[in-house]
Nanobody, 115 residues
Framework: VQLQASGGGLVQAGGSLRLFCAAS????????MGWFRQTPGKEREFVAG????????KLRDSVKGRFTISRDNAKSTVSLQMNSLKPDDTAFYYC?????????WGKGTLVTVSS
């Protein structure tokens, strides 16, 4: 199973980035997908999640109105569009796949927002 995240980088406050996660080795359409983030010394926190069909979406309160999660089951990808970025959004962002008792994590992609 591989979850390959990409799209991180350095951006100024107020800017935008789009993260992508490409999945392989799983039946993608069975899995709920999510994005989490983590900064050094802190616990990993939930950012956004989308169910298998895309019909149910959950967002962390602090990103509502700024971030959008979407998925393409035909391409086995999930993306996170991040707008109006803030320095507090700086973190490693991790892609997650979740189904029944199976949970997989990808390697993080670093997002740095400068003030």
């Amino acid at each position: 199973v591989q979850l390959q995240a990409s799209g991180g980088g350095l951006v100024q406050a107020g800017g935008s980035l789009r993260l992508f996660c490409a999945a392989s080795g799983i039946t993608f359409s069975n899995y709920g997908m999510g994005w989490f983030r983590q900064t050094p010394g802190k616990e990993r926190e939930f950012v956004a999640g989308i169910n298998w069909s895309g019909g149910v979406i959950k967002l962390r309160d602090s990103v509502k109105g700024r971030f959008t999660i979407s998925r393409d089951n035909a391409k086995s990808t999930v993306s996170l569009q991040m707008n109006s970025l803030k320095p507090d959004d700086t973190a490693f962002y991790y892609c997650n796949a979740d189904f029944a008792d199976r949970r997989y994590w990808g390697k993080g992609t670093l997002v740095t927002v400068s003030s």
